[in-house]
């Protein structure tokens, strides 16, 4: 018998980086009651990881709950980004609805597409918030316009095309009904969740199913295991069992089960279906597993997400600095933190590889690995990572390679180039909307290799004014090779430090990386060739004294200041026989086989062969 538990709403918050999405939530928290007059509260409380803080974007799928009319509202933040897809599918298998927050200037942009799409597909209740009314350049009708066009592209049904629509001011935290309404609070919008959203449904007759849709340590209680309840009621030592994806049953004892109140987590001792809890007490337990009675184990549907398109390698540190940074540079250490990745993120895949000290890892997008590495060197990590490389499909003696339906709007002035650039790039041009207002919309269909390592020279071909987003548009035939960069490397010859004078003789020579006093090793890039081909260099070479004076002062060398090498940039920069060495103070490129003499004879072999 299908029953709602109508003390409970679960909601998903779906917007584009930047577009107000943890501010709304921080406001909903403060007048909630969550907490007291004069507390001192931070402000994006829901970034919990510091990449989120300092970035601006979620990056992981969090939880929370606040109480309104004594109603429990679980929110559940969901990433923007593609290539986060895997904790997007996993936040939505915990919500009954969802909030679509869209700035009133920029409107729907691709990634708010993304997840949409996600949850029109899962059938779940819209409502819309147009945000940041206040704005000199906000257009609120014609965003209407366009997130209707949105929802009908997106082949919703009769039903989610009428949705409930909201104007907010998330930084002061006002919700309106209509534009020109007075709001002083959210009340409006907490009201319509409670009334619009509907309440999470289970059958009183079948017995406890829990879907595990999330997972957390403590060093206390081990293992956490996060996810809705389905049907049944859950307490404190019951013994139950997780049935995983083989089918098999893992028994289990709750030794703990907590809900959330606020941010944290709080004790109960029993839940009810449709709340979203954390039990503690089994090991073994992974996403997408189903955790029910031991009488009647009955697994659900499990947590899919879309198939990874790129993979990296990464490896061992191997550079003469090896171990001077780091705490862990050990492959067992690195193999350990890479499968522990793959308990939480369901998006990474981890595969071991014919050398022992190397690991392939797979994943939805370079944005994503970049992440993973940057989170593993603040972890105390040094290891080498390879160059991104897309994830090929062989069907009926066909070639396939990942596509991707790529949105760039740029000013006028910049259409020329950048339609130049991406033709040579494989890029075909599906669509181009002028509104006459000096900036262009560009759609484009383009492999997903192509992108790796544009979005820089896209900056600066646009001049930092041009917006590119991205998305997964499936798999389509080959379309055959381009050049990737058109500049070699200007790797070091010999192990020191680097001199001003030395460095101000190699500047004509390219972009330089260092600056005097950078140690350099054999093999270690440490600029950009103005040419196709690589050079090596001496960076450590000193200017010769002699007892004879200059007739006129030596002018001091003065370098041109160079762009500090962030891991992003790195990666892209890359070719397919370098690597990026990762320590928690550095980052540095490097040739994959560092002796000169050694690139050297493999280049005469491989020039043999091809003959």
Request: include cysteine; charge should be negative; glycine fraction near 8%.
């Amino acid at each position: 018998m299908k029953t709602f538990n109508e003390s409970i709403r679960n909601i998903a918050i779906i917007a584009h980086v930047d577009h107000g999405k943890t501010t709304l939530v921080d406001a909903m928290f403060r007048q909630s009651g969550l907490f007291r007059v004069g507390q001192n509260v931070d402000e994006r409380i829901m970034d919990s990881m510091d990449l989120e803080r300092e970035r601006g974007i979620t990056i992981a799928a969090k939880n929370c709950s606040v109480v309104w009319k004594d109603v429990k509202i679980n929110i559940i933040d969901t990433p923007g980004h593609a290539d986060f897809g895997g904790e997007v599918e996993r936040a939505l298998s915990m919500a009954d609805g969802a909030l679509l927050l869209v700035d009133a200037s920029e409107g729907p942009l691709p990634q708010t597409r993304f997840v949409l799409k996600k949850t029109l597909e899962a059938g779940l209740k819209v409502i819309v918030v147009i945000n940041k009314i206040d704005r000199q350049d906000a257009r609120p009708d014609e965003i209407l316009d366009e997130i209707y066009d949105l929802f009908i592209d997106l082949d919703a049904d009769e039903d989610q095309l009428e949705f409930p629509l909201l104007y907010a001011i998330g930084r002061d935290g006002i919700a309106r009904h209509k534009p020109e309404d007075k709001g002083e609070n959210l009340h409006p919008l907490l009201d319509t969740i409670i009334k619009e959203i509907p309440a999470p449904s289970f059958n009183s007759e079948e017995p406890f199913q829990m879907l595990v849709s999330d997972l957390g340590y403590s060093d206390y209680l081990g293992r956490l295991a996060i996810g809705k309840i389905f049907n049944g009621r859950a307490r404190f030592n019951d013994s139950l069992v997780c049935v995983n994806e083989a089918n098999s049953l893992i028994p289990l004892k709750i030794s703990k089960l907590q809900n959330y109140q606020g941010m944290s987590f709080n004790e109960v001792e029993f839940a009810e279906p449709g709340d979203i809890v954390v039990l503690s007490g089994i090991d073994n337990v992974k996403i997408g597993d189903t955790i029910c009675t031991r009488e009647s184990p009955k697994p659900m549907k499990r947590i899919r997400v879309d198939e990874p398109t790129v993979s990296m390698r990464f490896t061992i540190n191997t550079s003469p600095f090896v171990g001077t940074e780091g705490k862990y540079v050990q492959s067992a250490r690195i193999r350990e933190r890479l499968k522990k990745e793959t308990l939480s993120n369901v998006a990474i895949r981890v595969e071991d590889t014919d050398d022992r000290e190397t690991f392939l890892v797979k994943g939805r997008g370079e944005f994503q690995m970049a992440i993973l590495i940057e989170t593993m060197r603040r972890e105390g990590f040094e290891l080498c990572v390879g160059r991104p490389e897309v994830i090929y499909k062989y069907e009926n003696g066909k070639k396939l390679e990942p596509m991707e339906h790529l949105y760039v709007d740029c000013n006028e002035e910049f259409m020329g180039v950048v339609t130049e650039k991406l033709s040579i790039r494989k890029g075909k041009m599906t669509n181009m909307v002028n509104n006459g207002k000096g900036r262009v919309h560009i759609e484009f269909t383009i492999p997903s290799r192509s992108l790796i390592g544009y979005r820089d020279e896209f900056l600066t071909d646009t001049k930092g004014t041009g917006i590119m987003n991205s998305l997964f548009a499936g798999y389509e035939e080959y379309r055959g090779d381009f050049p990737s960069r058109f500049t070699g490397s200007i790797v070091s010859d010999r192990q020191g430090k680097g001199v001003a004078y030395a460095l101000f003789n190699l500047e004509p020579r390219g972009h330089l990386f260092i600056i005097p006093n950078d140690p350099v090793y054999e093999g270690m890039i440490v600029g950009e060739h103005n040419k196709d081909s690589d050079i090596n260099v001496n960076p450590c070479k000193e200017k010769k004294l002699t007892n004879m004076r200059a007739s006129g002062k030596d002018e001091s060398v003065i370098l041109t200041p160079i762009k500090p090498m962030t891991l992003e940039r790195a990666i892209h920069f890359i070719r397919e026989d370098e690597m990026v060495e990762v320590t928690p103070k550095s980052i540095r490129l490097r040739k994959t086989i560092l002796s000169a003499a050694k690139r050297y004879a493999m280049r005469s072999t491989k020039s043999q062969k091809n003959k």
